[in-house]
């Protein structure tokens, strides 16, 4: 695409704007800085990847993924405010669905080891980690203030902090995996996804770009499945003050 | 011989601003076993008092004991096995009344006493309930006593039942009222039994804690507290207990 095709794709944003402001929604602010920051973000991405492709170094590679892990479990851990440690609890989760996603695609010859295969689809998995994870720690929060009751008579009986959430934990690690089978079960039907239409788009045979697409579908389902129980596990005692009584937790976005 | 329960100095602050103390200068002494009435208007703090015996809310201050062992020191699990809290408001897990009935069972992993659990099914009124019967449905009264049957099966060396007849009729009300005399003369569990039934505190209790003007106010035995209440609040009180303050 050149680059002044590029710069005419700017009218999508103009007719966001004309709405805004026509609507009276005053999202311009926030469309502005979505539209520069989206563009900027894009652009330096795709200069790095360059650059990692012809370096083909490991070194970078981690380095790379290491940044995008960071920037997900900050993300991520907003919807935990209040809770603390959450964070590493969160980068904690998304490292290792990373590591198992990973091994599994790598050891089994599934994908090559190469930066063009391993960035993006790590870029994937891990930005729906993300997505789960906040999904999780918001359910969570829900839960805990709905089964207040339910959690405290546990407590009273002699519960362990694990005894006493356990039926919100799996509530909330079910929810947070909802979206992502709602998902799976209309991809290709609904909505054709980014990757699959951005290899269309850039010549490949749609029958190869639906392999890949079978594959992160599927990888997206169990690293949903691997963050939430993850998370929880490691999360689940933050509810709690040392003394085993339930945390005084305010609601928050 | 160590007292049972022991409270000193417990103080506890409202959740407002200003954090003013709910109560304060709370002391009182479980020496034996017995079956003690707390009884004050309502807005005291008698359930947070009962809750901060049972370690589900923490005192701002003080210090609380069983047989010499400070709360703050044991496992907070050891401790509501010995000090159990039955709340107001019965909550009712999800599944049959026998599963609610075998929580505890499933929770220490204890064989579960079903006589006990029927013979106390009969004595609180319940024995026209099947066992399999979904715990929700229950009506309000039948979910008190099922919570409450549930709590007993702890065996618990202290009891703390926040207005567990509240709902209830007279009839039931008679029932559970014999069913906790008989099981503190045969188990020898204390009691603490917040409730704004004066005729039940004259009919079960020996001793009598009055909450008020921010504190326990008073601390004697049932019947001097009637006879011969040492404040004009409690006084006040004897003659229209659902009066506020």
Same mark, same amino acid.
């Given at each position: ?193 980014? %990757?699959?239409?951005? %290899? ?54 | ?245």
């Amino acid at each position: 695409m050149s680059i002044l095709a590029l710069s005419f794709t700017l009218l999508f944003v103009m007719i966001t704007m004309l709405i805004s402001v026509w609507q009276k929604l005053g999202l311009e602010r926030d469309i502005a800085i979505g539209t520069v920051r989206s563009a900027v973000q894009l652009l330096l991405v795709g200069y790095v990847l360059q650059f990692i492709f012809n370096m083909r170094n490991p070194v970078l590679i981690v380095l790379i993924l290491i940044v995008m892990i960071t920037v997900a479990s900050i993300n991520a851990a907003k919807r935990g405010k209040g809770l603390a440690g959450v964070l590493w609890k969160i980068a904690l989760a998304i490292t290792a669905t990373e590591l198992l996603m990973m091994g599994l695609l790598l050891g089994f010859g599934i994908i090559e080891a190469t930066p063009q295969y391993i960035i993006p689809i790590s870029g994937m998995t891990i930005g729906n980690a993300m997505v789960v994870a906040g999904l999780l720690l918001n359910q969570m929060r829900r839960e805990v203030e709905s089964s207040r009751g339910e959690i405290e008579l546990l407590l009273s009986l002699g519960a362990t902090a694990r005894q006493a959430v356990q039926d919100a934990m799996k509530r909330s690690v079910k929810a947070s995996m909802i979206p992502t089978i709602d998902g799976m079960k209309t991809v290709g039907l609904v909505q054709l996804p980014g %990757m699959m239409t951005g %290899m269309i788009i850039a010549g490949a045979n749609p029958v190869e770009a639906v392999r890949y697409q079978i594959l992160i579908v599927f990888a997206f389902t169990s690293s949903a499945a691997v963050t939430s129980i993850i998370l929880n596990l490691l999360s689940y005692r933050l509810w709690f003050t040392k003394d085993l009584q339930l945390q005084p937790i305010k609601e928050k976005g | 011989m160590l007292p049972l329960l022991q409270i000193k100095q417990v103080r506890k602050n409202r959740d407002d601003a200003d954090k003013s103390p709910l109560f304060s200068n709370v002391n009182a002494e479980i020496a034996e076993p017995e079956m003690i009435a707390l009884l004050g208007v309502s807005g005291q703090g008698k359930s947070t008092l009962l809750r901060i015996l049972a370690s589900l809310t923490r005192a701002d201050e003080g210090e609380i004991a069983m047989q010499g062992a400070s709360q703050h020191q044991m496992d907070p699990r050891e401790w509501r096995m010995k000090v159990c809290y039955v709340a107001q408001q019965p909550v009712m897990l999800g599944g049959s009344i026998e599963h609610n009935l075998k929580t505890v069972s499933l929770l220490h992993r204890t064989p579960y006493d079903k006589k006990l659990a029927e013979r106390l099914m009969g004595e609180l009124g319940l024995e026209h309930l099947e066992p399999g019967k979904h715990a929700q449905d229950l009506s309000g009264g039948e979910k008190q006593r099922v919570s409450l049957l549930r709590s007993l099966m702890l065996r618990p060396q202290v009891l703390l039942l926040d207005e567990v007849t509240a709902s209830l009729d007279r009839g039931s009300k008679e029932k559970v009222e014999r069913a906790l005399q008989e099981w503190h003369r045969k188990e020898g569990t204390a009691m603490i039994w917040v409730t704004h039934d004066l005729e039940q505190a004259k009919e079960v209790s020996g001793t009598v804690w009055f909450m008020g003007e921010g504190t326990l106010l008073e601390n004697s035995t049932t019947n001097s507290f009637f006879e011969r209440p040492a404040t004009e609040l409690a006084q006040g009180y004897i003659k229209s207990p659902e009066q506020k303050e």
